[in-house]
């Protein structure tokens, strides 16, 4: 079963704590930047993900989700 992670990019503020957080190391800040002018958590390489959920429970504006 694939796991999905959606970032909600316009409410991302970069913080990078999800970063930190994640211990496959799969997220990182996106080149370009969202609608507040901050660069946005993205995952990588999705398909390394084990769906630990250790960046949704960092996140200190709700703006992961993992299916």
Do not use: W
């Not at 990182?28 to 660069?39: I, P």
């Not at 390394?48 to 250790?54: D, E, I, K, L, W």
Request: proline share 4%.
């Amino acid at each position: 079963m694939a796991i999905h992670l959606t970032f909600l990019r316009d409410r991302c503020k970069g913080c990078e704590l999800c970063i930190a957080a994640c211990p496959k190391n799969i997220l990182a800040l996106d080149n370009t930047t969202n609608l507040k002018g901050y660069r946005p958590a993205t995952c990588i390489d999705e398909s390394q993900c084990v769906g630990c959920a250790s960046c949704a429970k960092m996140c200190p504006d709700s703006i992961i989700t993992i299916e």
